[in-house]
């Protein structure tokens, strides 16, 4: 009995499907960013930084792209699922894996609770008659379902997702735009106002670009997606800019004309 058990093969490595290339992660990456955060934090920043989001950001997106290369690097050495954890662990010691693991997992729990409170305000200022927890309820139940279907379904919804807000956006930015050329807010399309002015000043940039952080919670995640990808030493790195600057692109373009709609709080009723 013990000779046969000394003598047993061991225990070969579960392996998951190897399922998605660089667009399907590069979206999962979009829609954890969910995109249209910007508008959360657009209001504080711009009070901040006296009308200036779009600085803002871009110090932002250089912090978050100097961030991604250097996942970028840890992905190509350790390509596992364990991400941030697995990279503390063989690089520094267990102990400060076990640490960054734990604290991994609560970035993985308040980010789906985050976007759908987001929804959930989104929601109710659509159908203001129904009780909330019903929006609560259906979200983790569609949320639970799609993922216990798999990795390549939860892909394709991530990438409808994405192109939902992302069209919403446009047609905002498409309202937002004929305001402005027809004489609203700044009055020019053209300006250096979202970025600079005689009123602005680095260290309050400085301090919004912090908030807009929040803006980029998510895009390390897909890093945990390395034994799910094909090819994953090459794509994950690449996927991970990718988001980050993809992403980043956006909150400028869109903070730029919403800035230039709104050069300062003054223009809403209720600030």
């Known amino acids: 009995m013990s000779n046969n058990l000394i003598n047993a093969a061991p225990a ?30 657009f ?52 102990h400060v894996g076990f640490m960054v693991g734990w ?54 919804l991530n990438t409808i997702i994405v192109v939902v807000q992302v069209a919403i956006m446009i047609i905002f930015l498409g309202l937002v735009i004929n305001g402005v050329y027809h004489g609203e807010g700044a ?5 250096s106002r979202p970025f600079w002015s005689e009123n602005a000043h680095v260290v309050p940039m400085i301090t919004g670009a912090t908030i807009l952080c929040f803006s980029f919670l998510g895009f390390d995640g897909i890093s945990s997606l390395s034994e799910e990808t094909k090819d994953a030493e090459r794509v994950i790195p690449k996927a991970i800019f990718l988001t980050a600057l993809i992403g980043g692109l956006i909150f400028i373009v869109v903070s730029y004309f919403v800035q230039l709609y709104f050069p300062d709080i003054s223009r809403f009723k209720d600030p």
Not at 130 to 150: H, K, Q
Not at 187 to 191: D, E, K, Q
């Open 103 to 156: 604290s991994s997992l609560l970035d993985y729990l308040f980010m789906p609770m985050i976007n759908i409170l987001l929804a959930k305000i989104y929601l109710e200022a659509i159908f203001p008659g129904a009780p909330s927890w019903i929006f609560v309820a259906a979200l983790v139940g569609l949320m639970t379902f799609f993922n216990l279907r798999g990795i390549k379904l939860v892909a394709n």
């Open 12 to 41: 070969q490595r579960t392996q998951l499907r190897k399922a998605l290339t660089l667009v399907p992660v590069v979206m999962m990456g979009l829609a954890y960013l969910q995109p249209m955060t910007i508008f959360d934090t």
């Open 187 to 191: 009055g020019t399309l053209l300006s």
């Open 43 to 94: 209001g504080i920043v711009s009070g901040l930084t006296d009308g200036h989001v779009a600085t803002a950001y871009v110090f932002a997106l250089l912090a978050i792209l100097f961030t991604a290369l250097s996942y970028g690097k840890l992905v190509r050495k350790f390509p596992s699922a364990g991400s941030a954890y697995t990279y503390a662990q063989k690089t520094i010691s267990p």
